[in-house]
């Protein structure tokens, strides 16, 4: 952690797409600091590059120009091999579209990231097992994604996404596939999060999952346009995460 406590920061981030009369600007100048504790929802209109920051806050796409900082590490000049060791290790994603391996079961989807970060496959089963049970989904365990509906399937993809503790969870319209109902269930979970301390970026068009931040950033051409603060961040709860889910070390 930095000393400022900032979980995710960035400076100066720029990211271009294309070149010449097509060079799309998707993040421009951007500087961010997430500190431990807050849950950040970013909205703004389609295309604006919302997506694109995310990508970038979590090493899945590299930068034109700028800095990017994970826990105190600069992330955006590692190597692609310590960048994905510091995405399995510090980072949770949820997508759209939930992103599950259509060939696994619900629990093997939840295992696999902990199996690639070193976990015993026995530690792996136990921590899929307890964050499904979170989820309300200890009996679908040994279903494939094909047999779950889309808000069950975002469920697991949310449990994959903290079996590995990970500092910081990156949720793209984590909602945007999903009903009224199950994007209750979502929000309900996000909560939980929330409340236990979880750092949380929530990319949303939805303005009930934005309601539940922190703090609300609106961009627009890739710049930041408005900047709210809803609440303070809370320092984690008792036992953060791992104390939430019953992890333990
Ligand atoms: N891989 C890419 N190649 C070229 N252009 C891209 C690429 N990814 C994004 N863009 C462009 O960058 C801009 C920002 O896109 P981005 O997906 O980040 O926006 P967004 O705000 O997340 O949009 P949406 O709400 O529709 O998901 C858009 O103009 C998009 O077309």
Redesign the pocket.
Known sequence: MTMSGAVIRARGLVKH??RGQSL?R?VDEVDLEVPEGQTLAVM??????????LHLLGGLERPTAGEVWVAGRRIDTLSERALARMRRRSVGFVFQSFHLVEELSAAENVELPALLAGRSPREARRRAMLLLDRVGLAGRARHLPARLSGGQRQRVAIARALVNEPLVVLAD?PTGNLDTAATLDVLRIFEELRAAGQTLVI?T?DERVAATADRLVS?RD?MFVDDTHLAAARPRGLGGLGGLLGLGD
């Not at 703004?44 to 920051?53: A, I, N, V």
């Open positions: 797409f294309g799309v998707a703004g209109p389609s295309g604006c590059g919302k997506s694109t920051l319209e990319v068009h961009m890739g």
